[in-house]
């Protein structure tokens, strides 16, 4: 049986019980802002490239999962606490967790994605909604990239309305690949992804193939010389603004540059820094979902 006890602590110990309790036979510890959903929330991590302010939440709750029952699962509160010789944090539950099918709760979670009448991102285990459209197929896994986020999803849009037969694509933070994926089955050509996730490339790879695409993934340095028709980055704000004088290298005359990955309001910062290193690239809202931007432009000839 398992057994789930949640529990407030500050955020001073948060992070050392977690360990303990890992140590004194937790399954799997989360810690969660306990304000979460209130007035009082905040946010606590930023973007890769960024130091946090804060290392946990100031009133931060522990999910503990134990693998026995409710009395055993205290003892191991009881003893992790004991070995920091911290004051007893407030416990809010200990109860059993119910079984279920975590395979087809997981699944249930990601149904087949609409991008547009012609494109659709598919798991692996439904059947296409629409027989005659182009049906990326892929399933949630270790890399970036399964469709259901707005940034993915503007993406695939901007792609599904301007890719053309033929078209050279530079997907950078490809991720799960999803992007070089549908662009090659829109009708790309030379089509490439590049990650410094060793994972992520394995996943990339593992999905073009899946597919029947023929598209290349490898990491920044092994990233043959040349432009394209087509780069496209799925990142986050502060990645992008460092990666701008790389990737506006690689815009080929009249090629297109599209960005994601940007909340609406990081959106002018992002767009200055590139006009600053290279103004024939002009950047601007292409189409906003949820709060996220993508920006796009097209270089002058």
């Not at 990142?235 to 790389?246: E, G, Q, R, T, V």
């Not at 767009?271 to 270089?299: F, H, K, M, N």
């Amino acid at each position: 049986m398992l057994v789930e006890v949640t529990l407030r602590i500050d955020a001073e110990h948060a992070e050392l019980l977690a360990d303990a309790l890992l140590a004194c036979g937790a399954l799997s510890v989360a810690v969660e802002d306990a304000d979460a959903d209130t007035p009082d929330e905040l946010p606590l991590f930023g973007e890769p490239g960024l130091e946090p302010d804060r290392l946990a939440w100031q009133h931060s709750r522990l999910r503990v999962l134990v693998e026995d029952d409710q009395d055993a699962a205290r003892h191991a509160v009881e003893a992790a606490v004991a070995s920091l010789k911290l004051a007893t944090p407030v416990i809010e539950s200990c109860a059993p967790v119910a079984d279920a099918d975590w395979v087809r709760a997981t699944q249930a979670q990601f149904p087949p994605t609409r991008i547009s009448d012609r494109l659709w991102i598919v798991p692996t285990w439904h059947d296409p909604p629409e027989p005659t459209a182009i049906a990326v197929r892929l399933d949630p896994g270790v890399a970036f990239g399964t469709g259901t986020h707005p940034t993915t999803q503007l993406c695939l849009a901007w792609l599904d309305d301007h890719v053309v037969p033929g078209a050279r694509v530079l997907d950078y933070g490809c991720g799960s690949g999803i992007l070089s994926i549908a662009a090659a089955k829109l009708g790309a050509g030379d089509t490439v992804g590049v990650d410094v996730d060793d994972q992520a490339l394995e996943a990339a790879r593992a999905n073009a193939a899946a597919n029947h695409v023929s598209a290349r993934y490898t990491g920044p340095d092994n990233l043959h010389a040349g432009s394209f028709d087509i780069v496209v980055a799925n990142i986050l704000s502060n990645p992008l603004k460092l990666l701008a004088p790389a990737l506006l290298a690689r815009v080929a005359p009249r090629g297109a540059l599209v960005l994601s990955g940007v909340l609406e309001r990081q959106s002018d910062d992002v767009i200055a820094t590139y006009s600053a290193i290279d103004p024939t690239v002009p950047l601007q809202v292409w189409r906003a979902s949820e709060g996220w931007v993508c920006l796009a432009g097209t270089r002058s000839a």
